[in-house]
């Protein structure tokens, strides 16, 4: 079973910088487009950006791009997403999770296996 752990989230100041991990437990991700989603409190998840199986392919919420770096190392298993210049806006929980369905790869409904998602708090 795939199973996404997220992690590197936490309480930081606008203008600052996170880098947010996902390492696979389980199964390999090597495979699949993995995508970072995040979701604010009452809002629906929102896609943040999507890589390739190799890595030759991103994408990116226009929110976040050139902000926002996504990457994967899959001799690690793992996913990562460098988040600089952070804004109010950007806080929220975000999730990586593989893309197990067809479909586009902006749509959380073409993606399973969610991990538990790691905080991000950015601060005035």
């Known amino acids: 079973q795939l199973q996404p752990v997220e992690s590197g989230g936490g309480l930081v100041q606008a203008g600052a910088s996170l880098r947010l991990s996902c390492a696979a437990s389980?199964?390999?991700?090597?495979?699949?487009?993995m995508a970072w989603f995040r979701q604010a409190p009452g809002n629906e998840r929102a896609f943040v950006a999507a890589?390739?199986?190799?890595?030759?392919?991103?994408y990116y919420a226009d929110s976040v791009k050139g902000r926002f770096t996504i990457s994967r190392d899959n001799t690690k298993n793992t996913v990562y997403l460098q988040m600089n210049s952070l804004k109010l806006e950007d806080t929220a929980t975000y999730y990586c999770?593989?893309?197990?369905?067809?479909?586009?790869?902006?749509?959380?409904?073409?993606?399973?296996?969610w991990g538990q998602g790691t905080q991000v708090t950015v601060s005035s």
């Open positions: 999770a593989p893309q197990y369905y067809t479909g586009t790869y902006y749509d959380p409904n073409a993606y399973a296996y």
């Open positions: 389980g199964r390999t991700f090597s495979g699949y487009t």
């Open positions: 890589i390739s199986w190799n890595g030759v392919y991103t």
